[in-house]
């Protein structure tokens, strides 16, 4: 069964951080693109970042120079680094798994449930 379990949302001011993470388990982690994407009331979800198996990484030009997205292969797991948070920034966090290369905006095989991120000014 694939599961993708994000953790580490929350509330902060603006100019704070937060690293959220992603476990995977049930599929070939290590095989697969990953991403974070969010969606924002009333607006359609967008890709945050992109990390293929190697580390190579794609950034949205919103969030370029404030997160850092990383990931264990031992440990199945993807995480986000956010800094500098803006309230432009406050979303449902999903992380998102893609059976191939990546690109961006990906169409995903698996979500995850998501994670709210509130950045208050």
């Known amino acids: 069964q694939v599961q993708l379990v994000e953790s580490g949302g929350g509330s902060v001011q603006a100019g704070g951080s937060l690293k959220l993470s992603c476990a995977a388990s049930?599929?070939?982690?290590?095989?697969?693109?990953m991403g974070w994407f969010r969606q924002a009331p009333g607006k359609e979800r967008e890709g945050v970042a992109d990390?293929?198996?190697?580390?190579?990484?794609k950034y949205a030009e919103s969030v370029k120079g404030r997160f850092t997205i990383s990931r264990d292969n031992a440990k199945n797991t993807l995480y986000l680094q956010m800094n500098s948070l803006k309230p432009d920034d406050t979303a449902m966090y999903y992380c998102?798994?893609?059976?191939?290369?990546?690109?961006?905006?990906?169409?995903?095989?698996?979500w995850g449930q998501g994670t709210q991120v509130t950045v208050s000014s």
């Open positions: 049930g599929y070939k982690y290590m095989a697969y693109c």
């Open positions: 998102a798994a893609h059976r191939g290369s990546c690109y961006s905006g990906f169409a995903a095989n698996y």
């Open positions: 990390i293929d198996s190697v580390g190579s990484t």
